[in-house]
């Protein structure tokens, strides 16, 4: 009697129940299966040199979804694997900066997870944003630095906002690097804007006063009039690693010089400018004695530094700069001794012996770490001693379930980072 | 007993109900009397709490009306408040499964007196048949009070004759009515008590009985009396 | 609670004709929609075959045939928007109903011995219940109609795809499905929120009648103000001080609140202001 006069209700309810509880058991399911399990399997050496060690990249399948992914010695982790509350966590994969939110929750509050504006030491974690007041009128942003640099002992913070002297209308302005010093804060801010026409790159070193709030040095490190001459371009680059909280006293810097040539594409009388690389130069800039010193690069490397287009990096570590190459199959690691600004070593890790083509490398605790950047179902990765050139470790990442050959999928990975 | 103390009515500006109070008690038929538009069914909507009062009281056996008042009191507007695709039996199913009052047996009695068929759709029935269907949705239902707004306006003369039987017979008997009217001649009889309404206002309030003994004048006379002075 | 069980089931049966008929629209439009998209699709390999063109060459040229192809079409995405319209509109036509016509059911609903706002539960129910029905029943459609198409269109031009495919492939049925059982609680709590609010409106507009629109409006307003203010917060003066976690957990506060007042408000107006 209650069914038949109930049966819309009671059927509508089972409808709705049974369906789609199915449905977010079979979504669950499918989601899971969607990302294969990768894993790093060793082909020979110490596998703890990537303990705590974070590959990160994307995974493509060819259905057209994909999803940012984490591997490292425990499996793979995907982004669009991670329950909704973990979506909302700020970046993916976590970097140096998000990383000290949860400790500091209330400090990291409304500030940019970008690992340059931070400084941490025993006693102080500072904060210096590039952040846009308003738009003037010919649409150039305003921009001042806000600062706020947290006691750990009292757990009290100091804020405050202070405009940049001595700049007007820019176009962007970054910050490249914190430093604290006592009292001072050291800022290395990269500031793009036209000067007669060209686009230029300023770096300039501000030292902020925390008690007296605001400026009370700068300095310009190269001039950005020689690089408004038409007749010759230079390109200013800061080359130390920006996913660390704090890159050391020493600074690694890439001045590329060049000119514009008229090439004639066609017939069709369209000239156009190309321009040409002249000179490479590289610079370590001291934050504590405020010293620019050049390396200095030794002739034979030379020509192949210039010719590097996009295989450059560059690292510092201790008492020693890095500067790494790709030489056709071979990667090269100069490093320089920062007491004298000289190569002190050169190693050589041949590629085609580890079976890499492309690599993205970083650089830890005098180790290289490489993984291969080619769009495959797989990517090998090395670890070499930058010291004596020996290979510690060699694996590659590959789908856990090896029978399976799926190779409807791609991996891209860019960065190796460390936890 | 129902009683109304001095309840004010407002639409915009104007009052429809300036201070009305009366009381109506349990087994007497209480009617109120006076042209359209003065009030009545505003009255029976308030005491029903179906439209807002500005100030004023009403209690039902001196309570303000709850939910569970709705178990012994009961309104028949002048339409019937059912859906008009509904059969008969439909409508009585649906008052038998909210009410815990209602009487199926007395609405079978009813089924038979207005000679209806419960498998009629609401929407089929003649004006008279519709007024008995929505006489019989209240009627069976045992409760205390039965208010009830203009039960013969707009219909046929048998069936008035019919829901006019209704009054004498034991479905009304011990019970509290309050009906509205703007036409007394049909139901003078019947009354007990008279309540004079005009603009919002309570002009005379009086016994039916007590007025043709003492005065020697029926309803028809006060009224003359009332609205013509 | 029996009462709201009964009043929801009668409300459910007042609808369920136009309902039914949503239902069966569903399902004929979107299977005609595959029969007529499938057979011309075959029509035009067949035309290719007889020229004697290679089945490689056909699969680049006429295309292969996938569920996404029927997706979206009119076919298929009509009869949704046809529901969704209906629905939407019912939210109000469910109150409005009772007070037209000559035979005013509210009269009914308001006397019945039972607390109002159980009226006003079992009409959300009832919305809650007939959009749920209708989003499953379309799950249930597209498998049956995915059955169908493999009927349809030989193996050699198809492109199958799963459930989740043919969701992931859509882009406003990641709306109505999302594959996080959280982001389809959030989805769906803030359409029932709204539903709510819309009620109360109504019942604004009821007590009030043309003042009562003003009213309904100006707390739809307010609703709407207090629902985001978090957000709003956010991007004014606290810039970005919160964690998107915690703005979550401030908005399922503020949703709350905008329900319980929305409720509230309703069990006020229905038991003090309602006018039949």
């Known amino acids: 009697m209650v069914i038949k006069r109930f049966w819309k209700l009671i059927a509508l309810s089972i409808i709705i129940v049974a369906v789609l509880v199915t449905y977010f058991i079979h979504s669950a399911l499918v989601v899971a299966s969607q990302f294969p399990d990768l894993e790093i399997k060793t082909i020979s050496g110490d596998e703890t040199t990537l303990n705590d060690v974070a590959i990160n990249g994307d995974y493509y399948h060819e259905d057209n979804y994909s999803s940012s992914l984490i591997v490292s010695l425990d499996g793979s982790t995907y982004y669009e694997e991670l329950s909704y509350f973990e979506k909302l966590e700020p970046q993916f994969p976590p970097n140096e900066a998000t990383k000290i939110k949860d400790k500091y929750r209330n400090f990291m ?63 962007h302005a970054d910050i490249l690097e914190v430093h604290m010093d006592q009292e001072d804060l050291k800022v290395i801010v990269n500031l793009n804007y036209y000067l007669n026409d060209q686009y230029v790159d300023e770096i300039k070193v501000y030292t902020l006063s925390i008690s007296a709030e605001g400026v009370v040095g700068d300095q310009t490190l190269f001039d950005p009039q020689e690089q408004s001459n038409k007749d010759k371009w230079s390109h200013l680059m800061f080359l130390n690693d920006h996913s660390e909280l704090d890159s050391g006293n020493n600074l690694l ?36 004695s405020n010293q620019l010193q050049e390396l200095q690069i030794p002739q034979e490397q030379y020509e192949k530094l210039l010719s590097n287009e996009f ?6 570590k201790d008492n020693h700069a890095y500067i790494t190459y790709l030489n056709e199959e071979n990667l090269v690691v100069l490093s320089f001794s920062l007491e004298d600004f000289k190569v002190d070593s050169k190693q050589t890790f041949n590629l085609t012996d580890l079976g890499m083509e492309g690599t993205n490398i970083s650089l830890m605790e005098n180790k290289i770490y490489a993984v291969e950047n080619g769009m495959g179902n797989s990517a090998k990765i090395f670890v070499g001693d930058v010291t004596t050139g020996e290979i510690l470790y060699k694996g590659e990442i590959v789908h856990e379930q090896e029978n399976d050959d799926r190779d409807d999928f791609t991996l891209n990975f860019y960065t190796i980072t460390k936890n | 007993m129902i009683e109304v103390k001095d309840i004010t009515k407002k639409f915009g500006r104007k009052k429809v109900l300036d201070g009305v109070s009366f009381t109506a008690n349990k087994g007497e038929i209480t009617c109120l009397i006076g042209i359209n538009g003065v009030g009545k069914t505003t009255i029976l909507n308030a005491i029903m709490n179906l439209t807002p009062t500005n100030s004023g009281e009403i209690l039902i056996d001196g309570e303000k009306i709850h939910r569970e008042t709705y178990e012994k009191i009961t309104f028949i507007p002048d339409a019937i408040t059912m859906l008009p695709q509904m059969r008969i039996t439909d409508a009585m199913q649906f008052m038998k499964d909210f009410y815990h009052s209602w009487n199926q047996n007395r609405a079978d009695e009813l089924i038979s007196f207005f000679k209806l068929d419960p498998n009629d759709r609401i929407s089929s029935l003649s004006k008279g048949n519709t007024a008995k269907v929505n006489m019989l949705l209240g009627l069976a239902l045992d409760v205390d009070y039965l208010l009830m707004d203009e039960p013969f306006s707009g219909i046929d003369i048998f069936s008035r004759e019919q829901i006019a039987d209704v009054f004498t017979s034991h479905l009304v008997e011990g019970r509290g009515v309050i009906i509205t009217t703007h036409e007394i001649s049909d139901i003078e009889h019947l009354i007990d008590k008279a309540v004079l309404l005009n603009d919002g206002v309570v002009l005379r309030e009086f016994n039916a009985e007590e007025v043709r003994e003492n005065e020697g004048k029926s309803i028809i006379d006060v009224m003359r009396e009332v609205y013509q002075a | 609670m029996k009462n709201f069980w009964k009043l929801t089931n009668f409300e459910l049966n007042r609808f369920s004709k136009i309902y039914f008929i949503l239902i069966g629209l569903t399902l004929a439009m979107q299977t005609i929609g595959i029969v007529l998209l499938s057979s011309s699709y075959m029509s035009d390999v067949e035309e290719q075959l007889a020229l004697g063109s290679t089945l490689e060459w056909i699969k680049i040229s006429v295309g292969t045939f996938s569920f996404s192809s029927v997706t979206s079409s009119y076919w298929f995405g009509g009869p949704i928007v046809i529901s969704i319209v209906s629905l939407l509109i019912y939210v109000f036509f469910i109150w409005y109903r009772d007070w037209f016509g000559k035979n005013t059911f509210i009269y009914r609903l308001l006397m019945l011995p039972t607390a109002r706002i159980n009226v006003f539960f079992a009409k959300a129910t009832t919305i809650f219940l007939m959009v749920f029905g209708l989003i499953s029943l379309q799950l249930v459609f597209i498998l049956m109609e995915n059955e169908l198409l493999k009927l ?5 031009f198809r492109e199958d795809q799963s459930l989740n495919q043919i969701i992931f492939s859509f882009d406003y049925m990641g709306v109505l499905y999302p594959t996080s059982i959280i982001q389809f609680f959030i989805n769906y709590g803030i359409g029932f929120m709204a539903v709510f609010v819309v009620f109360t409106g109504v019942l604004f507009e009821r007590c009030f009648r043309l003042k009562g629109i003003l009213f309904g409006i100006l707390f739809a307003g307010v609703a709407l103000f207090v629902f985001i203010s978090p957000v709003l917060l956010q991007v004014t003066i606290l810039e970005e001080f919160f964690y998107p976690n915690e703005i979550f957990i401030l908005m399922v506060i503020t949703g709350l609140m905008v329900t319980t007042g929305s409720i509230w408000m309703s069990h006020y107006l229905l038991n003090k202001k309602i006018r039949v």
């Open chain 1, 311 to 316: 295989h450059l990096n560059g690292f510092v």
């Open chain 1, 253 to 288: 810097l890439q001045k590329d010089i060049g000119h514009y040539v008229e090439v004639s594409q066609n017939a069709i009388a369209s000239e156009e400018l190309d321009s040409e690389l002249l000179e490479r130069e590289f610079y370590i800039y001291n934050i504590k």
């Open chain 3, 152 to 156: 349809m269109v030989s193996e050699t």
């Open chain 1, 109 to 171: 509050r409304g500030k940019m997870y970008n690992p340059s504006s931070f400084f941490e030491n025993d006693n102080y974690l500072a904060y210096v944003g590039a952040e846009i007041s308003d738009w003037s009128k010919n649409h150039l942003p305003k921009y001042y630095l806000e600062v706020d640099v947290l006691n750990k002992e009292t757990n009290t913070s100091h804020s405050f906002q202070t405009n940049l002297p001595g700049v007007k209308e820019i176009q």
